[in-house]
């Protein structure tokens, strides 16, 4: 059996993440999953975990966003180079790319973005959270559009980092 | 903005497993869309396979997916559904997500908010119990500490048990045959209760020693009309968890069952409940009384089996009667025939004290024929995720007769195969070919006290 799904890795993330290892590389087929919680580890594919919920709803909760790099590029699918950081939505929401309507907006595609620059907004039911960089570096893609439903996990921004 | 619902409507489906699949196609069946809410570990699953969309409403653990009512309603609403099927477990009882539903005028499928809240509190419940004039175990209200729960204790007469007025479960409940043991308990129930659900309050009921579960599945239009679809047998429980259930009630004489679903349909109408329910009751073997216990305002786990003897599809009657489709359903037009068992799978090892088994099911064969349907999201290959419940699949048996039906379930249960995992399938067949089974002389304490003790021993511990 080549084939590991999601569910799998998402398993395998937990049981890394509870144990007192600090990295875990598996190859089985065509899969090749490399686990650190060391996020300088070198490798060609890293994933790092810790994926973040939205903390109980203040008005404006701030999340930092997850950096999360991925050998599945679930979007458009293209290959994530390796190094960059692909941001995903931390929760279900509706998401919001300017802070009000009319409003400049957060980002764009080719602007510079710091760990802390604000990318967008994800809105439960009024209630909205700011999704962060999280890291340095230059946006190079955008997947969502402003004012759509988007899901937990789903690719939003891809940062290439500062060299 | 979200693209228009068909004219039947669209469903949000805010459950899992097999009853989010069987309100899918239920959803399907009568021309309208269904929109699943999935946490990530139910992604690839069968129902997001079936669903006409599907959305990640969050993480693997259910209090950031299906146990967030906002996330769920915002998911609904950004989807264009009309309607939401809450199912059971989860968030189906919770008044407030009837409530944001309403807000966002999203159709609840189920009860009103307030009667959600009136038969979940079961001091509330046991008032309009009182008030409908039915039978109930001699009982209290809340109890404020011991020496109350003495004093009313020795005026209702031992033995006594303690319930929780915020949940139930077995959660807060405790059996006491005499004042030292209610003493010695009391304390202990009232933090279980307030662990388990928020709220320490409790109340005192005379306890019936040898019971049977039995409770009776009704659908009201909301303004006082109520409908019963016959009773069902649910005394085969471990830790007050239904293992086995059955339609009808074998044991009850045709009088008693005629006064126990006018007393569900009584009480029901007395606060023109709404949507699909059931009312629970203690039936005392021995005098033939029954007593109410609580209300459940959802559709339940075991309605298969009165689906099976009236032909009823109850979650389909659910949602034709929440869009409008119907106005209500007739006494006259619900008839029963046969005898329906449904035994629920569960992966849970029997042999080690029932401890979960999640994992990869390599080989899911389950069995088919005549008189056999089986309920499930399983498949060959599906992974059993460690975050929700244990119960995968439920297999529901119909025959001419009692017998019948259960000679079918023991061939279906010799029929299924289930690999990967372990599941509670051999502890069901020792059951099902059990004397006592067969001749329908068990009670709410007999799997724990007859006949898993003899599986232990025959298992060699």
Known sequence: ?163 | MPDTAPPNGRLFVANRGEIALRAIRAAQALGMEAVLGVSVADRDGLGARTANRCVVLGPAQARDSYLNAGLIVHAAVSTGCTALHPGYGFLSERAELAELCAQEGITFVGPTPESIRQVGDKISARAMARAANVPMTSGTDAVEDVAHALKLAEEIGYPVITKASAGGGGRGMVVARNAEELAGAFDQAVTTAREAFGDGTLFIERYVEVARHIEVQVIGDGRGGVVHFGERDCSIQRRYQKMIEEAPAAILSPAVRARLHEAAVRLLASINYRNAGTVEFLYDTTTEEFFFMEVNARIQVEHPVSEAITGADLVQAQLRLATGAVKGFAQKDVHTAGHAIEARIIAEDPDRDFIPCPGRITRWDPPSGEGIRVDTAVESGTMIPPYYDSMIAKLIVHGNTRAEAIDRLAAALDDFTVEGIATNIPLLKVIVAHEDFRSNTINTRWLETVLLPAFRAEQGR
């Open chain 1, 1 to 163: 059996m080549g084939n590991i799904s999601t569910n799998d890795i998402q398993s395998l993330i937990q049981l890394f993440e509870k144990s007192d290892w600090r990295e875990m590389h598996l190859i089985l087929g065509e899969t090749d999953l490399f686990l650190s919680k060391d996020r300088n580890a070198q490798t060609q594919i890293s994933l790092t975990t810790a994926s973040p919920s939205v903390p109980a709803p203040s008005h404006r909760a701030s999340v930092p966003a997850t950096p999360v790099e991925t050998p599945d590029p679930k979007p458009h699918g293209s290959k994530i180079p390796a190094g960059w950081t692909l941001v995903k939505a931390p929760s279900l929401g509706t998401f919001y790319r300017a802070p009000k309507p009319g409003a400049p907006m957060f980002t764009e595609i080719g602007a510079q973005v710091a760990a802390d620059s604000e990318l967008c907004l994800i809105e439960v039911m009024k209630l909205f959270t700011t999704l962060r960089a999280g890291t340095h570096g230059t946006i190079r893609e955008i997947y969502a559009k402003d004012g759509e439903l988007v899901e937990f996990d789903q690719p939003l921004f891809l940062i290439e980092p500062d060299a």
